[in-house]
């Protein structure tokens, strides 16, 4: 694992860091960290012995530790400045996944969006098919309370992160690339750089490694091409005629009959002359993409098809994913994680299928200040197929305050979507206006998940019904 035993993770609340903390502590090594404040995240980690600071300062980081960072942390933290300071070894928060998963096949799932959700599937579905990988999701698992889990297996399942080219520190035995839709612009600057750095990806599978892609996206097709191309052992999957141009030939895997409720979703899939059927417990087409992905990888592990096929039914969603929050009085809540406008317009399909004849109402929290300026009017047409849309004030994350950039640049591009500053008040506002067989859902990777309360408050106390 390393020469030392201790590590410190600074940010150890956030999600990607917790996971990496709970993985460390799993593998007997002593852990520490802090967080500028508390959480039920925090009470988690302390629940399974990591010793968790609130705040930071140099007190904190034990002398003879690593010290783990990610992008987020800035140099002038005192507890990072110390570390330095110090001589202490400073690694990113990957180079540290990468520690927990020594000695195990990894499998690195990566794209834009759609990351979450795949790699929960297939990490589920190879416990049900009795593999009982590792796990590092950066959500929570209803099934594991945690985004983490060390399995007494031989297969590390996790999120690999593109949005700062730290997946690039990982040697994949299978890599799954979801799409490749640029984002993060205000680090790689084009759409060109943005698929240069999942080409270099692709570079860092071990030899004999396979690369799964999704054939619908253009970027994905473009890139199982050029990987094609120089003899990379690469499968392709997609809807029957969804099938990117990019791609110059049908997909490997075809997914046919794919249908979907508010509830579930089946398909049929065909590669060569193998048929399975898959049946999910989570609603959406999307859902069904993503699954079969997680199928062919769970077969490439060695996991027979049909097994794999039916194992995916122990998949039940993931925190924030169209995360069902409560109701009352025939109205419903849910909370989404969607922050990039494919995963918006994505989101409120979904809403739509389970809303039937109902209205869905959309409170959106921006994420980065970056983010929205490059896709204000693709931000604002996905929501504009959402009835009633209310936009808040821009969740920064890592990011200064840009000037001239807020929410107003989605609105103004969206007349009916009103410009509410504060997500509380936009959230029971947006509450007011949901009636008997509407859907509300709050968006964004932020801290909009905080509002959910207000929702139900709002309903209970306009006495339309008992909140569940």
């Given at each position: 694992?390393?020469?030392?035993?201790?590590?410190?993770?600074?940010?150890?609340?956030?999600a990607?860091?917790?996971?990496?903390?709970e993985?460390?502590?799993?593998?007997?090594?002593?852990?520490s960290?802090?967080?500028?404040?508390?959480?039920?995240?925090?009470?988690?980690?302390?629940s399974?012995?990591?010793?968790?600071?609130?705040?930071?300062?140099?007190?904190?980081?034990?002398?003879d530790?690593?010290?783990?960072?990610?992008?987020?942390?800035?140099e002038?933290?005192?507890?990072?400045?110390y570390?330095r300071?110090?001589?202490?070894?400073?690694?990113?928060r990957?180079?540290?996944?990468?520690?927990?998963?020594?000695?195990?096949?990894?499998?690195?799932?990566?794209?834009?969006h759609?990351?979450?959700?795949?790699?929960g599937?297939?990490s589920m579905?190879?416990?049900?098919?009795?593999a009982?990988?590792?796990?590092?999701?950066?959500?929570?698992?209803?099934?594991l309370?945690?985004?983490?889990?060390?399995?007494?297996g031989?297969?590390?399942?996790?999120?690999?992160?593109e949005?700062?080219?730290?997946?690039?520190?990982y040697?994949?035995?299978?890599?799954i690339?979801?799409?490749?839709?640029?984002?993060?612009l205000?680090?790689?600057?084009?759409?060109?750089?943005?698929?240069?750095?999942?080409?270099?990806?692709?570079?860092?599978l071990?030899?004999?490694?396979?690369?799964?892609?999704?054939?619908?996206?253009?970027?994905?097709?473009?890139?199982?091409r050029?990987?094609?191309g120089?003899?990379?052992?690469?499968?392709?999957?997609?809807?029957?005629?969804?099938?990117?141009?990019?791609?110059?030939?049908?997909?490997?895997?075809?997914?046919?009959?794919?249908?979907?409720?508010?509830?579930i979703?089946?398909?049929?899939?065909?590669w060569?002359?193998?048929?399975?059927e898959?049946?999910?417990?989570?609603?959406?087409?999307?859902?069904?993409?993503?699954?079969?992905?997680?199928?062919?990888?769970?077969?490439?592990l060695?996991?027979?098809?049909?097994?794999?096929a039916?194992?995916?039914t122990?998949?039940?969603?993931?925190?924030?994913?169209?995360?069902f929050?409560g109701?009352?009085?025939?109205?419903?809540?849910?909370d989404?994680?969607?922050?990039?406008?494919?995963?918006?317009?994505?989101?409120?399909?979904?809403?739509?299928s389970?809303?039937?004849?109902?209205?869905v109402?959309?409170?959106?929290?921006?994420?980065?200040?970056?983010?929205?300026?490059?896709?204000?009017?693709?931000?604002?047409?996905?929501l504009?197929?959402a009835?009633?849309?209310?936009?808040?004030?821009?969740?920064?994350?890592?990011?200064d305050?840009?000037?001239?950039v807020?929410?107003?640049?989605?609105?103004?591009?969206?007349?009916?979507?009103?410009?509410?500053?504060?997500?509380?008040?936009?959230?029971?506002?947006?509450?007011?206006?949901?009636?008997e067989?509407?859907?509300?859902?709050?968006?964004?990777?932020?801290?909009i998940?905080?509002?959910?309360?207000?929702?139900?408050?709002?309903?209970?106390?306009?006495?339309?019904?008992?909140?569940?």
């Open positions: 694992m390393s020469t030392s035993h201790r590590f410190h993770l600074i940010g150890i609340g956030g990607g860091m917790s996971v990496v903390a993985l460390l502590k799993d593998r007997g090594l002593e852990v960290g802090s967080d500028q404040k508390d959480s039920p995240v925090l009470d988690h980690l302390r399974v012995g990591v010793k968790v600071f609130v705040g930071h300062d140099a007190s904190h980081v034990p002398a530790s690593v010290v783990v960072v990610s992008t987020a942390v800035r002038t933290n005192p507890e990072l400045a570390a300071k110090e001589g202490l070894r400073v690694i990113h990957s180079q540290a996944l990468a520690l927990a998963a020594s000695g195990m096949r990894f499998v690195a799932v990566a794209g834009a759609g990351k979450t959700t795949t790699s599937m297939l579905a190879l416990r049900q098919a009795g009982d990988p590792s796990i590092a999701v950066g959500s929570v698992i209803p099934e309370g945690s985004g983490a889990h060390l399995g007494s031989d297969i590390f399942v996790a999120e690999a992160d949005s700062d080219g730290s997946f690039l520190n040697t994949p035995w299978i890599e690339v979801t799409n490749v839709e640029p984002d993060h205000d680090r790689y600057g084009s759409r060109e750089a943005f698929e240069q750095v999942f080409v270099d990806f692709v570079g860092c071990r030899e004999g490694g396979t690369l799964v892609c999704c054939g619908e996206d253009a970027g994905s097709a473009r890139l199982a050029y990987a094609k120089r003899g990379i052992d690469t499968v392709t999957y997609g809807r029957e005629g969804q099938e990117s141009p990019e791609l110059g030939a049908p997909c490997d895997v075809v997914i046919k009959d794919a249908t979907t409720d508010g509830h979703a089946s398909a049929q899939v065909l060569n002359t193998e048929t399975v898959i049946n999910l417990r989570v609603p959406g087409l999307h859902n069904i993409v993503n699954a079969v992905a997680a199928w062919i990888s769970g077969v490439r060695g996991i027979e098809g049909h097994l794999m039916s194992s995916l122990a998949f039940s969603g993931t925190s924030r994913r169209f995360e929050k109701e009352n009085g025939g109205r419903r809540l849910y989404d994680y969607a922050h990039h406008p494919t995963e918006v317009a994505a989101a409120i399909t979904q809403a739509r389970a809303a039937g004849n109902g209205e109402s959309v409170v959106f929290q921006p994420h980065l200040y970056s983010r929205t300026q490059s896709f204000a009017e693709r931000f604002a047409d996905a504009s197929h009835d009633h849309v209310y936009v808040c004030d821009i969740y920064g994350a890592r990011e305050p840009v000037p001239g807020d929410s107003t640049l989605i609105t103004s591009h969206l007349p009916k979507a009103r410009y509410v500053p504060d997500m509380h008040e936009a959230a029971r506002l947006a509450a007011r206006e949901v009636s067989g509407g859907i509300l859902l709050t968006m964004g990777a932020g801290s998940t905080q509002c959910d309360q207000d929702v139900l408050d709002e309903w209970e106390h306009d006495g339309a019904g008992s909140a569940q």
